[in-house]
């Protein structure tokens, strides 16, 4: 009558798919502990953790984005016992790395263990855009998806994709000490786009998955471009021109904000360039005048 489950941290978008693409990475993880209990409610019992942001997580279930998973679940399915979830958070609030998804997801696939009946990871998909909703405000998958499938996927309003990658393709995160809210980030996005501007966006995403089909490291490198949210949210992240040009320096095929900021990725044709990069992002970081956290990982 328990169940523990983890989920990893993800970089949403990948830079040229916002709110569609997102891969998952070995790095931080949080850990959900659910158990069934007779009160027909969900419950949080406890948040624990030492990364930045715990503190403020409500403990209201339905103010809580693994919170609000579980009870959207639970009437869905209409199950007659309740469910007590604790969570441990190894992911950053406001980190871009995912952090609200990873409790969502990991709440779920415990959850699911305790079902008499578990669903496949494509049915949790749906409650899992529930709770990513209640943090940020809008159901998009691109970090819930990769959590639930592992790897890079296409997460649509309805399904998620689970797409190639070349086995030497490695991401670098760095994590800078700032935090920057998922609201406030989609808020910069809020004008319109002009047409020209979606059709030259539209033709970097169609190169980036060409190129991911066919483990083309020249076309991914052409399509890795974020010419539509990039621009916006630069200015709300400090020292990001500088950690995207020590990326691209060390031959980076593209570098972008990871999900909503203010951790920056960059993908790599080999580890060890992705190794080497690491330490001058986080030196970049560090000029700017922020401590910071990388992760290398593969694809
Ligand atoms: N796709 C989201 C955004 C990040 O860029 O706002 C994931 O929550």
């Not at 279930?61 to 009870?71: C, E, F, P, S, V």
């Not at 998009?140 to 086995?167: F, I, W």
């Not at 060390?250 to 580890?271: D, E, N, R």
Request: hydrophobic residues 50%.
């Amino acid at each position: 009558t328990e169940a523990r489950a983890f989920a990893p941290a993800s970089v949403g978008n990948i830079g040229v798919g916002f709110d569609l693409l997102g891969h998952s990475i070995d790095g931080p993880r949080d850990v959900a502990t659910v158990r069934r209990i007779d009160a027909p409610e969900v419950r949080i019992a406890a948040i624990r953790g030492e990364v930045e942001g715990v503190a403020g997580i409500p403990l209201e279930a339905a103010r809580n984005t693994a919170g609000q998973a579980l009870m959207a679940l639970r009437a869905a399915l209409d199950l007659p016992f309740g469910l007590e979830l604790e969570l441990d958070k190894g992911i950053p609030l406001g980190s871009g790395l995912g952090g609200s998804a990873a409790s969502c997801v990991a709440a779920l696939v415990a959850a699911n263990a305790l079902l008499d009946t578990p669903l496949s990871r494509e049915a949790l998909y749906a409650f899992a855009l529930d709770g990513e909703a209640v943090a940020s405000g809008s159901r998009h998958g691109d970090n819930v998806a990769p959590m639930l499938l592992g790897g890079v996927v296409l997460a649509t309003a309805s399904r998620m994709v689970a797409l190639e990658a070349p086995d030497w393709l490695h991401a670098v995160v760095v994590h800078p000490d700032q935090m920057l809210e998922t609201r406030r980030a989609r808020a910069v996005l809020a004008e319109p786009y002009p047409l020209s501007q979606v059709v030259a966006h539209s033709a970097c995403l169609a190169l980036f998955l060409t190129g991911l089909q066919r483990g083309d490291a020249a076309l991914i490198g052409e399509g890795l471009k974020d010419l539509l949210v990039e621009p916006r949210r630069a200015p709300l992240i400090p020292g990001f021109a500088q950690v995207k040009r020590a990326a691209m320096d060390h031959g980076a095929l593209g570098a972008s904000i990871s999900g909503a900021g203010p951790s920056v990725f960059a993908w790599f044709a080999s580890k060890a360039a992705a190794e080497a990069a690491a330490v001058s992002m986080r030196t970049a970081f560090a000029e700017a005048g922020f401590g910071s956290r990388a992760y290398v990982s593969p694809v």
